[in-house]
């Protein structure tokens, strides 16, 4: 059988309508096994697209080598049946060549609907090529893939992340009282280098580079973990200046944070407070920066303590205040020149307790 096709009159038509229905066959089996699966390149030269491109340029081949075929012997049914225009003919002939004689034939020829199939056939041949190609489409997806836990050889998205921690040293003391049977307890704390460096580094640093600093493990552009907790170190600072409150009569505590004998002495001072006990104190009258009564008694406790701008933390590592006076406001003031002394005199200065100051 497949002897006879070979030789007989059609046996070139028939191959290419078989050829023609392979490659749509073929092109049908790639798109499915494709579909929604990674893009390939066969040894990195050979795409999908150019298969598909090509299974199309040969499906189209054998299908306009047919309906060409087909036209040339159809003509000669026509004008056996009936008497035509010689100019079907022509028109016919044309179509068996191309789309232009196609539109001829759909445009002049009465009849001959057979012919006018063709011809149709022949101008979709043409737009083969581009439908074929926009088949594939193109998108970027996200892929979740889950962690191996196990060690083995597959993608692994890790983050570094603590629920607890547990390192570090406490160490109580013991130490008797002197004529007493109590005894006085203290702990001595210690951390490792790793958590000190961390808190050196969420002090010293803004935080946006301290969340970029995270270590995390990601194979791809794009890892998404559950919302965790862990243990970070962050730092702010906050202007107070508008808690600081005057204090009047504070000369006893200035005498006696000076370590003078003149502790009944009445000396007028005013300081001004912090909520968290932090002060900042001098004699009044007394110039800053200028002239013999220039220091000022600042005294704070470092450490942990309760303070209204940081309730919203539950876990404060650390926290200090600062009190110092207004330079820019000082500038600006007649007379003041830092770290001159002018003998003691105070014509044209910002005296004590009226010098703008600032907390932070």
Known sequence: ???SLQWSAWGPQYWAL?????SFAAMVVLLARFDDRPIFAWQGIITLNAVISILSVAMKAAVAFVISECLAQWKWVLFTREDRPLIDFDRIDSATRGPLGSLRILLGTKGAFVVKLGAVLTLLAVALDPLAQQIIQVREIVVYTQTNRNGGNGLSALNSGTESYSMGSAIRNQRPLLNSTLSEWSVTTGLPLSMQGAILNGISKPPSEVEQEALVQCPTSNCTWNQFSTVGICHRCNDVSSEL??????????VALANTTYANAKIPSTAFTLPNGHFIANIDGCPPYN???ADCENKQSFGVYSDSIYTDIDTLVWSMS?????MEALNKSVGFTPGESDGGSKAGLTLWPDVPLKAT
């Open 291 to 293: 002239g013999r009564y």
């Open 18 to 22: 078989s050829g023609s229905i392979v």
């Open 245 to 254: 409150r005057p204090v009047q009569d504070f000369g006893q505590v200035v």
């Open 322 to 326: 600062i009190i110092h006076p207004d």
């Open 1 to 3: 059988m497949l002897s």
